[in-house]
């Protein structure tokens, strides 16, 4: 017992202690202006500069994202900066990078970023899930736009759409580098995982689904295929109901349809089984009030069926804190209808908070 004690006292005297290490993370971030042309989910203006990024996160993994920069801003002074994120099982230039290229539009510097094992990200398996993976991506597109010469370290904000709402909540929650904090028809993952919309899955139906990824971890572990779970349908009956038509027509038409290089259309928004229930143990409204006095905007559609979850997440949280419900706006109405997207509220929360 003695030694126990003892043990866990230096614990205690040694975690709030910093220690160097020889492992030194390299810079090794790549910048290059790119043309937007090709890109058929999001428009970019002739007064924006468009740059393809890769930076490395904490885990030595190489993320990719598409920062856009005003050509207006005086590049020789510091400006502010927004981070957005994409769906949950989407990649950067779905959602993400109509929200980055409009804001850019206003006058932010923005930097819309793929998550690790999504998109053009680092990450093995393809769409696997990992929510501290996700939410360091988040922090090292903080150290990213804080070293460089162009964005302000003080004035850095952040965009989640979908479940990148949840996971830019996790990151805020332990990097107060994240000045303002907005998210967009957001998922809880971790709720919508364990409970499912409007807590609709039994205690039953979850352990089916825990027993199933954990017995297919043995295939896998012994060379066996990888399982995909979960995502959008990819042809429509007249048994498939409206949540999923909704996704639908967006990740299976030309609206919302898009595929990286050397990814597969079919597996979109498809994670794999065995790591999708990391999910579970997913709790990002936890310690929510934590993130004040940093302010935080929910937007949701009316007729959004994930309205729950931002109205979950602002019950909880402190001030300054607000909730904007678009009127006539479904939940996917918000990744990409630009006549719905409320960018007045975003430039006005944005400009207020990052001064």
């Known amino acids: 017992m003695r030694k126990l004690i003892i043990v866990a006292s230096a614990w205690l005297m040694l975690s709030g202690q910093a220690y160097a290490q020889s492992d030194k993370l390299q810079k090794t971030e790549k910048m290059e202006e790119i043309s937007p042309k090709g890109y058929t989910t999001f428009k970019v203006s002739n007064k924006v500069t468009m740059y393809a990024v890769t930076f490395k996160n904490q885990y030595r993994m190489n993320v990719a994202g598409h920062l856009f920069i005003p050509k207006s801003l005086d590049r020789n002074k510091k400006h ?51 929510p501290d993976v996700y939410a360091e991506d988040f922090s090292a597109a903080v150290d990213f736009l804080g070293s460089s010469t162009f964005a302000d370290r003080n004035r850095i904000g952040i965009i989640g759409v979908c479940g990148s709402g949840s996971f830019v909540i996790s990151a805020a929650k332990i990097d ?23 807590h609709s899955l039994s205690s039953e139906q979850r352990k089916n689904i825990i027993s199933a990824a954990a017995e297919q971890r043995y295939t896998e572990f012994n060379g066996g295929e990888i399982k995909y779970t979960g995502g959008t349908v990819h042809k429509l009956d007249k048994h498939t109901d409206p949540i999923q038509r909704e996704f639908y027509e967006f990740y299976r038409t030309p609206r919302g349809e898009y595929t990286p290089k050397g ?7 498809h994670p794999t089984l065995t790591s999708n229930v990391k999910f579970m143990n997913f709790y990002p409204f936890n310690d929510i009030e934590t993130i004040s006095p940093r302010p935080m905007l929910f937007i949701t559609g009316d007729h959004a069926h994930s309205r729950e979850f931002s109205e979950d997440a602002y019950q909880r949280a402190a001030e300054p804190k607000e909730l904007y419900i678009v009127p006539n706006a479904g939940h996917v109405d918000l990744y990409d209808k630009t006549d719905l997207i409320p960018f007045d509220k975003l430039v006005d929360f944005f400009t207020k908070n990052l001064n």
Request: no cysteine; glycine share 8%.
């Open 80 to 130: 502010s900066a927004i981070i957005v994120g994409h769906p949950m099982g989407a990649v950067k230039e779905q959602s993400a990078d109509v929200y980055a290229s409009n804001m850019a539009d206003r006058g932010f510097i923005t930097f819309a970023i793929d998550l690790s094992f999504w998109g053009q990200s680092e990450g093995q398996p393809r769409n696997a899930v990992s």
């Open 263 to 269: 990814s597969s259309p079919e597996l979109t928004t």
């Open 176 to 198: 107060p580098r994240m000045k303002a904090i907005a998210t967009v028809s957001m998922y809880d993952m971790g709720a919508a995982s364990r409970n499912a919309l409007h």
